[in-house]
T-cell receptor, first 114, second 112 residues
Framework: DTGVSQDPRHKITKRGQNVTFRCDPISEHNRLYWYRQTLGQGPEFLTY????????KSRLLSDRFSAERPKGSFSTLEIQRTEQGDSAMYLCASSGVTGNYGYTFGSGTRLTVV | GDSVTQMEGPVTLSEEAFLTINCTYTATGYPSLFWYVQYPGEGLQLLLKATKADDKGSNKGFEATYRKETTSFHLEKGSVQVSDSAVYFCAVSYSSASKIIFGSGTRLSIRP
């Protein structure tokens, strides 16, 4: 297993466009997390899944954001009608059922909204 | 609410100096504590962890001890190297069903 994979690595989009990111977790991990990181800040929690169930969503996740994990394997994060404030690094992580032993993070997708 | 506070950076040290990066957390229950590191151009990596009071996490010469009485998890290294230059994040998880909450990060630069 090569770890957590995220695609694309970079995305530049015009304001108002929709974007979708993909995350492939470590295969035996049943938990998957999305975080957002802006320059000079720590990762901020967005949402997490246990298998295909979305168990928690942050207040940061506005109506324009939606995440899915339809078969309990890969996940997608979609941002509709992007705004300049959405520019950030979007991080995906996965863990086993006991998440408090730490997560494995992917390299992230850097979104730039112009 | 649940949170973690860590020492602001940047921190600049000479090679072989002693390092301490302070971290404190809000005292709710019995959280697990972590230090993550982000090297330039790379993703977040788990550096070390401790899951109960008085545990000491260690890795790559770094250590941190879970101090419940002071709600702290300070990161230390006896002799830093240029290759330790990175951003270090303290983090906490309050239960196995809860997400990890990260501090704002401390940028460390080591001079040769």
């Amino acid at each position: 297993d090569t770890g957590v994979s995220q695609d694309p690595r970079h995305k530049i989009t015009k304001r108002g466009q929709n974007v979708t990111f993909r995350c492939d977790p470590i295969s035996e991990h049943n938990r998957l997390y999305w975080y957002r990181q802006t320059l000079g800040q720590g990762p901020e929690f967005l949402t997490y899944f246990q298998n295909e169930a979305q168990l928690e969503k942050s207040r940061l996740l506005s109506d324009r954001f939606s995440a899915e994990r339809p078969k309990g394997s890969f996940s997608t994060l979609e941002i509709q009608r992007t705004e300049q404030g959405d520019s950030a690094m979007y991080l995906c992580a996965s863990s086993g059922v006991t998440g408090n032993y730490g997560y494995t993070f992917g390299s992230g997708t850097r979104l730039t909204v112009v | 609410g649940d949170s973690v506070t860590q020492m602001e950076g940047p921190v600049t040290l000479s090679e072989e100096a002693f390092l301490t990066i302070n971290c404190t957390y809000t005292a709710t229950g019995y959280p697990s504590l972590f230090w993550y590191v982000q090297y330039p151009g790379e993703g977040l990596q788990l550096l070390l962890k401790a899951t109960k009071a008085d545990d000491k996490g260690s890795n790559k010469g770094f250590e941190a001890t879970y101090r419940k009485e002071t709600t702290s998890f300070h990161l230390e290294k006896g002799s830093v190297q240029v290759s330790d230059s990175a951003v270090y994040f303290c983090a906490v998880s309050y239960s196995s069903a809860s997400k990890i909450i990260f501090g704002s990060g401390t940028r460390l630069s080591i001079r040769p």
